[in-house]
């Protein structure tokens, strides 16, 4: 597991161009609200939101 805003400061903006993983991927996103692009679709979450990425499938953050 890993806090969003220490990952984010070291990835720079490569979080935030679309990309994929060879392994699957669960999101919580724990508080705050905002818009995660899974497969070029916009997903919304607020607080407590999961999210499952499987692998291959193509995902970003947005910065707002």
């Known amino acids: 597991m890993a806090e969003m805003q220490p990952y984010l400061a070291a990835s720079g903006t490569a979080p935030f161009v679309a990309h994929l993983h060879s392994f699957n991927q669960i999101l919580w996103f724990r508080r705050g609200a905002g818009s995660h692009l899974i497969d070029f ?24």
């Open 41 to 64: 679709v916009e997903h919304e979450y607020v607080p407590n939101t999961l999210f499952y990425i499987p692998h291959g499938a193509v995902h970003a953050f947005r910065e707002d």
